[in-house]
């Protein structure tokens, strides 16, 4: 059985090892700042590697937004959404502005052909990690395609889940009661620079993402 | 106070004058300097090619003949390397373990003693022109030295230090690897060449005589007048004081 | 198995190292890459006490292997997954083989995975008639040029954008790019059709949990999720030194990683993968097999001084650094893994019979150390395989001569004392008939990118009695 020697070759090559215990990984020192300052940091390192930011105070303005984006992205847009409650209700209100927009909500098994057609995905973030400037998109109810095949990703959170650090984001994640099969986490749109190290983003994942940060997601 | 110096088997039989220098320097700061006449090689050929057993031999006749007390100055970071990191495990295990360990820790670089041990970055130097700065290898990441020569460069007068691209890259000299691999070593060697020229120096200053021979060997080679000096010659030097 | 080409590492290097078109090359993407390494480096507070917590996490991890594996195994399984063990390339592939038979897959879709072409999966799913496409663009180019991968993260770093356009054209049948916009464009259409394809999708793995069964893969361009989402079958391919301990080991080690090998804070993409999809969740693959490979490694672990090799996370770092490796590249290893790290693992995965040359390519020079995240001393280990490739393989006589003799001369301060005189006298004839140096094998080495230094007229040994009239006291 191969598994049993592997096992056996790693047991022999351990024998009388003693190994100290490890250390809890401590919060990061940006773990002391506040809402307000978490958001400075992470729009500025979002920024950095590509992502277009929109701060916007109100449910109302993430909709403005979110027409502005969909205007941009093309005539017509065809919208891929997740049901979740924020981006189910801002992408429902904007796509009703938009004469001849489509939306779907991708609340089950849906084939990647129809999801890959849409010319804009919008998903909701369960995290921002402000340190890297990255999103947390969990998996349970909520297709990862969404966010991976369309050529425009828009992701719409309120400013309370901004956490400091990756170590944070992970760690509430598992705190959270169920697991999912994927925790995806975005930073930036797709990217190479496998040519002649030039930057080139969309290559297989999208060229353009947008977060729509609100202030407030209360009414 | 009184020092002992290891020339290093190169300089000793291809650059004398780095070891001359090395002497007059520390004499004109006051210091006696020793030079233990048993001296050869430090044995880093031999180790740096895998001969342990070889290496540790001429590690232990090193250890014997700078048995005494004094601070022991290397013109070289490479074989002050080989004498501090590589000296006490390579002779641990047998009779001069303590005495390897020993040397290891009174045996200094010598930008690294002038500087941590002795305090001085002013030397009394003078020398005028532009030189730019190799920081040999292990000079840099063995011995953590690279403000050090700098500091002293900046304290001659009449010296213009300025920086290549990418100071801290290799020549490509290896030892060994030079001649085991010469087409690779030149051709580490002609980017560090093109920078060097690049600065418009008068002169290249390390603190290696190895580095330095592949550095003349590629400027000349290029057809460059650009002079290889050891840090000690220009700190040894007062010419324009 | 993969295709090794070990045995001509010396010619290869030689011939690489007279091509200064590879050199550009070579210098554009890796000096970039070290550049920003620098700076991203500065800006993280505290960087080397997480280099030192990033080593304490993956020495732990490798020091209880044979409890942390096990538990994986539990978690992974009970997550839904299907673990497989292999003890070598050729075990591993015929694992992924059987996966493939059983799904009745014809069509693989590969994200980049080290240890695929470690052991040379491509060749092995091709043989068996299932077509496999590398799909991220670096990989995917030098799959086009029929070639390996010359670095761990820019595997067609060896190829400009004309080499590019001129394979897109003579493969791909496309119209001559000029861009790497419009050839990276042209892959992206090219290769949806295949992700939408593909039966099974192959993945690497950068870290694993065993804490939880977590899998951990860290990508830029998108095909890595495309690989373990799309396709109904996923199969993750991981050496065993892989692991870590826990969930929370993840963020200091993915903190590192990104900015070790491309000067990122973080990769566009990572992937947090636990299993296949569940019941409430609307995509994502039915099956997910995690390949755990050994193929070398339990002699890493079982090796005292060399089990350091196995913290490697595979950032590619120390071959930006490495100047041997700005200078030949990866090809003229002639193994998957390449540059100082490469000369460190290969000894111990391929056996140094095979590779009796690769420790010796280094000048030592530590730049490898300097930029490792977790901190592996490449050079002592290289040193430490030289002295055992010293006592197990024969040299040339000529090599041993010249050591031992060194050893006696130096032994003797008066053999050595009196080497002078001959020294001298052979600098200066070789200086007046240059055609000399050919008879001294080094020195005709030297001669090839230098000129050669002459012997000084005075030794400092003759100097220094010429100072002190010969008064020293230990003068023998």
Wanted: hydrophobic share 45%; proline share 6%; with cysteine.
């Amino acid at each position: 059985m191969p598994r049993e020697t592997i096992l056996n070759a790693v047991r022999a090559a351990l024998a009388g090892d003693r190994v100290p215990p490890l250390a809890p990984i401590a919060a990061g020192a940006a773990d002391a700042l506040d809402g307000a300052a978490l958001a400075v940091r992470f729009t500025h390192e979002a920024r950095a590697v590509g992502t277009i930011v929109h701060e916007v105070g109100s449910r109302a303005a993430a909709v403005d937004t979110l027409v502005a984006i969909l205007d941009a992205a093309a005539p017509a847009p065809r919208v891929v959404a997740w049901p979740t409650a924020l981006a189910r209700e801002l992408a429902t209100a904007a796509v009703a502005r938009i004469a001849g927009a489509d939306l779907r909500l991708v609340e089950r098994a849906t084939p990647a052909d129809a999801i890959a057609q849409a010319d804009l995905g919008i998903t909701e973030a369960d995290f921002l990690v402000a340190e890297s400037g990255t999103l947390v998109l969990r998996a349970r109810g909520r297709a990862r395609t969404v966010s991976l095949l369309p050529p425009t990703h828009v992701a719409v959170v309120g400013r309370e889940r901004l956490v400091a650090d990756l170590g944070a984001a992970l760690a509430r994640v598992r705190a959270m009661a169920d697991r999912d099969s994927c925790l995806t986490l975005i930073t930036g749109p797709s990217r190479t620079a496998d040519i002649e190290k030039k930057l080139v983003v969309g290559v297989h994942g999208p060229c353009t993402l947008h977060v729509v940060l609100l202030e407030r997601v209360e009414a | 106070m009184e020092v002992q110096l290891l020339v290093t088997c190169l300089a000793d039989q291809l650059a004398p004058e780095v070891g001359e220098a090395t002497v007059d320097l520390l004499e004109r700061l006051g210091h006696r300097v020793r030079f233990p006449e048993a001296q050869t090689c430090c044995g880093q050929p031999a180790f740096n090619d895998g001969f342990s057993a070889e290496a540790a031999a001429l590690a232990a006749r090193t250890v014997e003949i700078f048995s005494a007390p004094a601070p022991v100055v290397v013109p070289s970071g490479s074989c002050a390397t080989m004498i501090r990191h590589f000296y006490p495990g390579l002779l641990e295990r047998g009779p001069h373990g303590p005495a390897a360990r020993a040397l290891a820790a009174r045996t200094f670089e010598l930008s690294e003693f002038l500087v941590r041990v002795l305090g001085r970055t002013d030397v009394g130097a003078g020398w005028s022109g532009r030189v730019t700065y190799h920081d040999s290898c292990h000079l840099l990441r063995e011995l953590g030295v690279r403000d050090e020569p700098r500091r002293l460069l900046a304290g001659v007068a009449g010296v213009e230090l300025v920086e290549m691209a990418y100071p801290e890259h290799c020549c490509g000299f290896g030892g060994a690897f030079a001649v085991k691999f010469p087409e690779v070593s030149s051709a580490i060697l002609d980017p560090k060449v093109e920078s060097i020229i690049a600065t418009g120096a008068d002169a290249v200053v390390a603190n290696d005589t190895g580095c330095l021979l592949q550095l003349a060997g590629g400027l000349r080679r290029r057809g460059s007048t650009i002079r290889t000096l050891h840090l000690a010659e220009i700190l040894a030097s007062q010419a324009s004081r | 198995m993969a295709a090794i080409a070990t045995r001509d590492f010396r010619a290869r290097a030689a011939a690489a190292a007279g091509d200064t078109a590879l050199h550009r090359k070579l210098d554009a993407a890796s000096l970039r890459f070290l550049d920003k390494r620098a700076r991203v480096f500065a800006a993280l507070p505290d960087a080397d006490a997480r280099r030192d917590r990033a080593r304490a996490v993956k020495a732990h991890a490798i020091a209880t292997l044979d409890t942390l594996l096990p538990e994986l195994e539990r978690r992974f399984t009970a997550n839904g997954g299907i673990v497989h063990w292999a003890r070598d390339g050729a075990a591993a592939c015929a694992i992924v083989l059987d996966i493939a038979a059983r799904a009745g897959v014809r069509l693989v879709v590969k994200g980049k995975s080290m240890v695929s072409e470690e052991i040379g999966l491509n060749a092995c799913l091709e043989a068996a008639g299932i077509e496999a496409v590398e799909t991220d663009l670096g990989e995917y180019i030098v799959q086009l040029a029929g070639e390996p991968p010359s670095h761990i993260i820019t595997p067609a770093i060896h190829l400009s954008q004309d080499d590019v356009a001129a394979l897109f054209t003579a493969r791909l049948g496309e119209p001559l790019h000029s861009t790497a916009e419009a050839l990276t464009a042209a892959a992206r259409r090219l290769l949806r059709a295949k992700f939408r394809a593909a039966g099974m999708g192959v993945t690497g793995v950068n870290f694993a949990s065993a804490e939880s069964g977590t899998l951990v893969v860290v990508e830029n361009e998108g095909n890595g999720r495309m690989a373990l989402t799309l396709p109904r079958v996923h199969v993750a391919l991981m050496g065993i030194e892989k692991l870590v301990a826990r969930d929370e080991d993840f963020a200091p080690m993915l903190e590192l990683l990104p900015r070790s090998a491309t000067g990122q804070t973080l990769t566009s993409y990572v992937s947090l993968v636990t299993g296949p999809r569940r019941n409430d969740e609307i995509d994502g693959p039915e099956a997910v097999h995690l390949v755990l490979l050994d193929n070398g490694r339990t002699r890493l672990l079982a090796d005292p001084i060399m089990r350091e090799a196995l913290y490697c996370l595979r950032c590619g770092a120390c071959l930006n650094a490495c100047p041997v490796y700005r200078r030949i590249g990866g090809h003229a290893y002639g193994y998957a893994y390449s540059g100082p790290i490469g000369a460190v693992i290969a000894p111990a995965l391929l056996g140094i019979e095979r590779v009796p040359d690769l420790p010796f390519a280094s000048t030592l020079c530590g730049a490898c150390r300097d930029v490792c995240p977790v901190r592996i001393d490449i050079p002592r280990l290289l040193l430490a395989w030289r002295a055992r490739i010293a006592a197990a393989v024969p040299r040339a006589w000529g090599e041993r001569l010249l050591v031992r003799g060194w050893r006696w001369i130096a032994w003797s301060p008066r053999l050595y004392r009196a080497l002078t005189p001959i020294v001298r006298a052979g600098s200066a004839l070789v200086a007046r008939i240059p055609a000399l140096a050919r008879l001294a094998p080094p020195l005709a080495a030297w001669r090839r990118g230098r000129e050669l230094p002459r012997a000084a007229p005075r030794s400092f040994h003759e100097r220094w009695r010429d100072r002190r009239h010969g008064t020293d006291p230990d003068a023998p």
